[in-house]
């Protein structure tokens, strides 16, 4: 399809969360890994933004950081623009590079406090060779004032602002190497309400007057629903269902996702039916066999502590769960105390 | 009416620096009845910590209660001596904080600290203490406590290591339990567990509860009413349902606007300009009048002082005093 920005294909991500060698020769361990991500597929077509959401640990930014480049993946392709990423080739991925940026959840850490604002803004600018001489300074100031800060503030340090001004920083930096892609990871995590929503309707506008694309990623499903066209739902580095966004929050077809849906204080005191959540996530070394679920699922079934279910089709997306390609599953299911 | 469990009155916190005396609560006052949960959120910097650590007598030096009163059911706990005020926490007052590891001691069993603070509090024998201790383990929630109770607090996931705290806090039935953001720390879907354990067994024991978070979601389905702080002063107290649905203050009614929902269907949220003031750059007349779309003159110049409207509703704002009503154009 013409219209995909970005395709990701069985990514998979494993750590190696061995002993050192010595210790473990001594206490006779066998070496251990962490798959951060197993087998992830999804598509992100131009102009929309796409959701991950999930629990702490379920891999989002062990994905985002292979989508910008910044760590290989154990096996699977990314596609960005039809082109396969070819993390071998320094100088292709130097020239996708350009056309992708990354937002990240904390303002403070991810700018460098001894540079001034304007060389912070700048850098993409002079590492594409984009402009040179007084074009950069007036670029950094539009760039700036883009954002909704001010040309005159590109002489300061990054300590001098509040943590939103430091978002909306981050954000200008990402937008100076005129990127079509923003990967964006937590970006208002660490930021009070009232500044969460300045940052997210910045965010929309850009989006809007740029054509921008978005991979947001975040724990919170208000703000993925707030932001996003579709959403992927991770549990334990797997993608348990992507849907279109508000349809997702309607119908939810996998039993996690209706579980963290429960789990969402309601606001607006509608008196919605919820179901208790229980359990936490399990040790993501040791994965529970089968559907890393099950544990905690109130549905679960024979079938599902053996057998990770593959992808099927949904009305709202595809979901990864037996009870969807289980015809007589009511009478099956085993009720879960 | 019944004397209050907790009333604190016209409470002031500051933290003389060299460069003058920072006030961080200024006059804050509000009222705990017994078996009510109090919210207090506020964005982070508002002063709901020190508001929670007045209380407990644990203000950090050189933090200072510099004025004003706090009473457990009637009576003085501000000006007590140390050692008095260490019989009151635990005893009188439980509390909860974010993360559990400043409430636990990783050097000792779970058991051990249990049976240690129910004894310090009540007179029981080690063994009835213990008894005591798996009781309260099960009622939060800890599968197996008989077992579990002599693991060390890091054999607990996060989720886990919160029940034990609330154990904790509850282990010698206080009157007051505090929790300042219980659940930021925790999971999603392990939050929702937390508030739940939390609420239920306060009720249970007739603890009243003050819960604070920056978390309106966590407020509206836990608290009976919510106090809404803004720059270390209190802009609106009320019950929940009418201060989250019928918001009147204009800086809750813009936090109101600017917070994303499961079910709302603007593109836009609605947006208050600026941020919250630093302590020492805290604009004359009513804090929040630089970002306040209604600002009229007297905001500049005089602070509003907490108004009482109908519905046991409190309000800090010109626009809802009777007598300035005229000053202001939009009203
Ligand atoms: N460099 C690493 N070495 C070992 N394990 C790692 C490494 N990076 C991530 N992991 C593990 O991979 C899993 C996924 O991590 P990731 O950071 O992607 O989660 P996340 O969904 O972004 O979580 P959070 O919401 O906490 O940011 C976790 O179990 C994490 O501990
Ligand atoms: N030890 C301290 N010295 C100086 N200022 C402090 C100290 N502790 C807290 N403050 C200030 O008091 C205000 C309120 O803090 P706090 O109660 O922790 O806020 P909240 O819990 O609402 O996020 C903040 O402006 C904070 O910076
Ligand atoms: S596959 Fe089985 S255990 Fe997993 S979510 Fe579906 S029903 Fe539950
Ligand atoms: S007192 Fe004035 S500035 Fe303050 S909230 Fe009310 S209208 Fe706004
Ligand atoms: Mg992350
Ligand atoms: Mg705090």
């Known amino acids: ?337 | 009416m019944s004397t209050p469990i907790l009333s604190v009155r016209d409470l002031v916190v500051e933290f003389p620096t060299r460069r003058g005396t920072l006030r961080a609560l200024d006059k804050v006052s509000f009222d705990i009845a017994e078996g009510e949960v109090l919210g207090m959120v506020g964005e982070s910097g508002a002063g709901k910590s020190l508001t929670g650590a007045a209380i407990i007598g644990l203000l950090e030096p050189p933090g200072r209660v510099a004025g004003g009163e706090i009473l457990l059911r009637g009576e003085r706990i501000d000006n007590l001596p140390p050692e008095k005020m260490r019989r009151i926490r635990g005893r009188r007052i439980g509390m909860v904080f974010q993360d559990p590891l400043t409430s636990l001691n990783p050097l000792y069993t779970v058991a051990e600290q249990l049976i240690e603070t129910i004894r310090t509090h009540i007179d029981l024998s080690e063994k009835d203490a213990r008894k005591r201790a798996v009781a309260l383990l099960d009622r939060v929630g800890i599968p197996a406590a008989a077992r579990r109770i002599d693991d060390y607090p890091h054999h607990f996931s996060g989720g886990m290591r919160q029940r034990v705290v609330i154990a904790l806090a509850l282990a010698a039935e206080p009157e007051l339990v505090i929790a300042d953001e219980p659940t930021t720390a925790l999971d999603v879907s392990v939050q929702a567990q937390i508030i739940d354990v939390l609420k239920e067994i306060c009720a249970e024991r007739g603890a009243s509860v003050m819960l604070i978070t920056h978390d309106m979601g966590v407020i509206a389905e836990t608290a009976d009413r919510v106090a809404v702080l803004y720059a270390g002063r209190l802009a609106e107290i009320g019950p929940v349902r009418d201060v989250i649905q019928r918001a009147e203050h204009p800086y809750t009614v813009g936090l109101m606007g600017s917070i994303p929902t499961l079910t709302q269907t603007a593109d836009r949220l609605t947006q208050i300009p600026g941020s919250m003031p630093r302590l020492n750059a805290i604009p004359q007349g009513c804090a929040f009048n630089p970002r306040c779309t209604r600002v009229f003159d007297r905001c500049k110049v005089d602070r509003p002082e907490l108004i009482a409207r109908a519905g046991g509703r409190q309000m800090a704002c010109w626009l809802y005093d009777a007598a300035v009503q005229g000053e202001a154009e939009n009203v």
Request: charged share 25%; net charge neutral.
């Open chain 1, 1 to 337: 399809m013409s219209d995909v920005l970005l395709s990701v294909e069985g990514l998979t991500r494993r750590f190696d969360v061995s002993k050192p060698w010595l210790n473990r020769v001594i206490e006779r361990e066998e070496r251990q890994f962490l798959t951060a991500n197993a087998d992830v597929s999804f598509e992100i077509r131009k102009g929309e933004t796409f959701a991950l959401v999930g629990e702490s640990g379920s891999g989002k930014s062990t994905i985002a950081k292979m989508i910008v480049g910044l760590l290989e993946p154990s096996a699977g392709t990314i596609r960005f623009d039809g082109q396969v990423m070819d993390f071998a080739s320094g100088a292709a991925m130097r020239a996708l590079r350009r056309r992708f940026q990354m937002i990240f959840q904390d303002p403070f850490a991810s700018l460098n406090p001894r540079w001034r604002v304007g060389d912070i803004i700048a850098e993409p600018i002079h590492t594409f060779g984009l402009l040179t001489g007084a074009a950069v300074r007036q670029e950094v100031g539009r760039l700036l004032e883009l954002v909704g800060l001010s040309a005159s503030d590109a002489a300061k340090f990054p300590h001098e602002f509040s943590g939103g001004q430091r978002q909306r920083i981050a954000i200008a930096r990402a937008l100076s190497s005129r990127p079509e892609f923003i990967v964006c990871d937590e970006p208002t995590s660490a930021l009070d309400v009232s500044v969460q929503a300045q940052i997210l309707n910045l965010m929309r506008d850009l989006q809007d007057e740029f054509g921008l694309t978005y991979l947001l990623i975040s724990h919170d499903l208000s703000v993925v629903r707030h932001m996003s066209n579709r959403i992927g739902v991770l549990y334990l580095g797997r993608l348990v269902e992507i849907a279109d966004a508000k349809r997702l929050f309607v119908e939810p077809q996998h039993p996690y996702t209706r579980m963290l849906l429960d789990a969402v204080p309601d606001l607006a005191l509608s008196g919605r039916r919820r179901t208790p959540v229980t359990g936490e996530i399990p040790n993501p070394i040791n994965p529970p066999p089968g559907c890393a679920f099950h544990p905690r699922c109130p549905h679960v079934m024979d079938i599902c502590r053996q057998i990770v279910p593959a992808q099927t089709t949904t009305a709202s997306g595809q979901a990864a769960c037996h009870l969807l390609t289980q015809d007589d599953h009511r009478r099956t299911r085993e009720p879960v105390a």
